[in-house]
């Protein structure tokens, strides 16, 4: 598990892990509705991380899995 910063600017989505201080796009999500946004989603450099569904409240720090 990482935590992981989540915000928004312009349209997209941005994931930022300080620890490796690096920051990609979210370029799928699996849930992306206001009241169930998360789950699997795949970054702008391919890996696939896993963000427990809830309702989409950005900017906000989460602990997400790395799947692949």
Same mark, same amino acid.
């Given at each position: 598990?990482?935590? &992981?910063? /989540?915000? *928004? +600017?312009?349209? !997209? ?6 620890? @490796?201080?690096? *920051? ?5 999500? *699996?849930?992306?509705? +206001? *009241?169930?946004?998360?789950?699997? &989603?795949? /970054?702008?450099?391919? !890996?696939? $991380? $896993? ?13 997400? @899995?790395?799947?692949?």
């Amino acid at each position: 598990m990482a935590k &992981v910063m /989540l915000r *928004e +600017q312009g349209g !997209e989505i941005f994931f930022y892990i300080a620890k @490796k201080d690096m *920051e990609e796009t979210i370029t799928q999500i *699996e849930f992306d509705s +206001q *009241e169930k946004w998360g789950g699997k &989603v795949t /970054l702008s450099n391919g !890996e696939i $991380w $896993w963000i427990e569904p809830k309702a989409k409240m950005l900017p906000k720090e989460e602990n997400c @899995k790395k799947i692949a």
